[in-house]
């Protein structure tokens, strides 16, 4: 069972810049695709980044080209830098391996 932990959400004007974390612990080995998601209240669990073990990476056309998905295996995180923020992104944001999920992290975009 793989845990995994989010941090780094917040609140930030419109035109701002957070960085997400995701700390995964526990039965890890070799951990390959893990994903970023988010989800309004009342709305569906949306896929936002993927990244590969060798660091390929794609992104949701709404996000592509202001969010950068990358990790560090040494650590067994991954990061999701949100540049250019619009209050449409804001939502719970959750990391995702396997069949494991963290907590979530709230981001609020204020216009």
């Known amino acids: 069972q793989v845990q995994l932990v989010e941090s780094g959400g917040g609140l930030v004007q419109a035109g701002g810049s957070l960085r997400l974390s995701c700390a995964a612990s526990?039965?890890?080995?070799?951990?390959?695709?893990m994903r970023w998601y988010r989800q309004v209240p009342g709305n569906m669990r949306d896929w936002v980044a993927i990244?590969?073990?060798?660091?390929?990476?794609n992104y949701a056309g709404s996000v592509k080209g202001r969010f950068t998905i990358s990790r560090d295996n040494a650590k067994n995180t991954i990061y999701l830098q949100m540049n250019n923020l619009k209050p449409e992104d804001t939502a719970v944001y959750y990391c995702?391996?396997?069949?494991?999920w963290g907590q979530g992290t709230q981001v609020t975009v204020s216009s």
């Open positions: 990244i590969t073990s060798d660091g390929k990476t």
């Open positions: 526990g039965s890890i080995f070799n951990i390959n695709v």
């Open positions: 995702q391996y396997g069949s494991s």
